[in-house]
């Protein structure tokens, strides 16, 4: 269930709880979206590995960019 969401420069980022797959590793789905002309440009990628699951819209460079670079929020405590 996405239940988080954060907006930076026009691009909203939702993501999920941490879910745990078949080998004993944690990841975390991404979903970043953005308007466009005809409709949303989206993007769908995980933690650890970032590797892009689907994208419509989004260039080549902003899938490029560094971890550190994606607009994640971290909450303060």
Do not use: C, W
């Given at each position: ?7 930076i ?63 994640i929020?971290?909450?303060h405590?």
């Amino acid at each position: 269930m996405k239940h988080f969401y954060t907006e930076i420069e026009n691009i909203t980022l939702v993501f999920d709880d941490i879910k745990t797959n078949q080998d004993g590793m944690d990841s975390i789905s991404l979903h970043f979206e953005k308007p466009i002309e005809d409709g949303f440009a989206f993007l769908d990628t995980s933690l650890p590995t970032l590797y892009v699951e689907k994208t419509y819209g989004f260039s080549a460079q902003f899938q490029r960019r560094k971890p550190q670079d994606h607009y994640i929020h971290r909450p303060h405590g």
